[in-house]
């Protein structure tokens, strides 16, 4: 299957709340096993489908026990709180230290319609967290404290609009010329 181009931070898709998969087809396999595919490619751990443009509920991952997609995912149980070094394909070079539910009860379909009910704590539970954050339109700087949101806007901004080091905010650019 061909890989697919990820959306990068900017992209207004990533801002949009996805829409339920209404039926599970041909289409949709294909989608997820394109989607396995890029994720191994970039390289990473989750991928969720409005992150290569299609604006549909259904992420895959792989923590290393092979690769799954769930779809129409929801949490319906969290718990505990844990810290982690957090980096997303959508914003790429970047992590930060986010902190989220430790563990967390995901419920979804499979890709022959079956329900699924995972329990999963630590990596595999952050990871159904950010994939389902980026269903719902939540980009990871938005996990974070004011302060730590306003640099990473500022270095997402510099790295879109390609300034250099030593003028992030673009103005010597600007008032040199």
């Known amino acids: 299957m061909p890989t697919l181009p990820i959306r990068q931070y900017g992209d207004p898709v990533l801002k949009e709340r996805t829409q339920e998969v209404a039926e599970i087809d041909g289409t949709i396999a294909a989608l997820a096993e394109s989607m396995i595919e890029t994720m191994y490619e970039a390289p990473g751990s989750g991928l969720a489908a409005n992150q290569v443009g299609v604006q549909r509920r259904i992420f895959v991952y792989d923590i290393g026990d ?8 929801r949490i319906v149980e969290s718990d505990g709180e844990w810290t982690y070094e957090e980096g997303c394909l959508s914003v790429p070079g ?14 979804g ?7 699924l009910s ?26 974070l404290d004011p302060d730590q949101r306003k640099e990473a806007v500022r270095m997402l901004r510099q790295r879109t609009l390609d300034l250099p080091e030593a003028d992030p905010d673009g103005l010597a650019t600007i008032f040199s010329k």
């Open 66 to 73: 092979g690769p799954l997609a769930v779809i129409n995912p």
């Open 94 to 107: 970047l992590s930060w230290a986010i902190v989220r539910p430790n563990a967390v009860h995901l419920v």
């Open 109 to 115: 379909l499979d890709l022959d319609g079956n329900e």
């Open 118 to 143: 995972l329990e999963a704590t630590e990596l595999e539970g952050r990871v159904f967290q950010h994939e389902l954050d980026h269903l719902d339109g939540i980009l990871l700087v938005e996990r």
